[in-house]
T-cell receptor, first 115, second 112 residues
């Protein structure tokens, strides 16, 4: 979905390096999410944010941190990358309007490889 | 942990046939959604069914929900090669639906 963009699209890094993945959206949605997908598996929620001042841990937040710089921007950081963080990372947004029932819109993903 | 579990994990059919995928979940839900993912791409929302609904249609898609059995099915009729993708169910937790919990997906291959 072109309304949700992620940078970089691909990144190869070494163990111990700090990495930041960025997500921007033009949908005007308040809610933003970071997910991780491992090969052949579904998505696991890392962090989510319902507005700039509201950050919540997901099921696999250890080793990750996030920053909600503005309504439209939500960044995911790996403070010290390790090989088992090699995965596909997705950002998603949803509308706070209750009638939307949390339908989510996904970015194209960032493929991260930690050597 | 995965809330939804899809069955089968992989499905291969001929073009024109129908494809049925099933999803089971464990807890009370606000709604259940189906998403599609082309290889290496982001997920795309297909259809949402609320907990008080039993069946929903959208084009060639038909979704059913049985809350007593905590299960849902996605039927794609008259499949096309372009339907080849992974399909995921996702459940929104009951009440505020703050989070979605995704299943592990069904890989559908439609042979021309």
């Amino acid at each position: 979905d072109a309304d949700v963009t992620q940078t970089p699209r691909n990144r190869i890094t070494k163990t111990g390096k700090r990495i930041m993945l960025e997500c921007s959206q033009t949908k005007g949605h308040d809610r933003m999410y970071w997910y991780r997908q491992d090969p052949g598996l579904g998505l696991q929620l890392i962090y989510y944010s319902f507005d700039v001042k509201d950050i919540n841990k997901g099921e696999i937040s250890d080793g990750y941190s996030v920053s909600r710089q503005a309504q439209a921007k939500f960044s995911l950081s790996l403070e010290s990358a390790i090989p088992n963080q090699t995965a596909l990372y997705f950002c998603a947004t949803s509308d706070v309007d209750a009638s939307s029932y949390n339908e989510q819109f996904f970015g194209p993903g960032t493929r991260l490889t930690v050597l | 942990s995965q809330q939804g579990e899809e069955d089968p994990q992989a499905l291969s059919i001929q073009e024109g046939e129908n494809a049925t995928m099933n999803c089971s979940y464990k807890t009370s839900i606000n709604n259940l959604q189906w998403y599609r993912q082309n290889s290496g791409r982001g997920l795309v929302h297909l259809i949402l069914i609320r907990s008080n609904e039993r069946e929903k249609h959208s084009g060639r898609l038909r979704v059913t929900l049985d809350t007593s059995k905590k299960s849902s099915s996605l039927l794609i009729t008259a499949s096309r090669a372009a339907d080849t993708a992974s399909y995921f169910c996702a459940t929104a937790d009951s009440g505020s639906a703050r989070q979605l919990t995704f299943g592990s997906g069904t890989q559908l291959t439609v042979l021309p």
